[in-house]
Nanobody, 128 residues
């Protein structure tokens, strides 16, 4: 599975941004997918995940209530809608996918080791 993330850029605090992740090589309807981020000097951080059916989602606490993960099977694309952005959301955002159809809340799902396919990052910069 190849993943191509896009949609990053610069925005002021309080603004919105939508990230996209196009998959190729496999239909996303058979993949658990998600987003991670890494800010300079910080560890990689789980952001959100969505199940292969699209029926289950999981969010990290900083994302709850502000971010929405979704997928469009017809476009083979996953999205991350980010609202009320804060300077602390500044990071490189990575989309991930795995053929596993299990829980989105396992240790490996939350630390990223459960995802075998990673896209390149897209930079999000939020200014105050």
């Amino acid at each position: 599975v190849q993943l191509q993330a896009s949609g990053g850029g610069s925005v002021q605090a309080g603004g919105s941004m939508r990230l996209s992740c196009v998959a190729s090589g496999r239909t996303i309807s058979s993949l658990n997918m998600g987003w991670f981020r890494r800010a300079p000097g910080r560890e990689r951080e789980f952001v959100a995940a969505i199940s292969w059916t699209g029926g289950r989602t999981n969010y990290a606490d900083p994302a709850k209530g502000r971010f929405t993960i979704s997928k469009d099977n017809a476009k083979n694309t996953m999205f991350l809608q980010m609202n009320s952005l804060k300077p602390e959301d500044t990071a490189n955002y990575y989309c991930v996918a795995d053929e596993s159809t299990g829980s989105l809340s396992t240790v490996s799902a939350l630390n990223g080791k459960g995802y075998r396919n990673w896209g390149q990052g897209t930079q999000v910069t939020v200014s105050s």
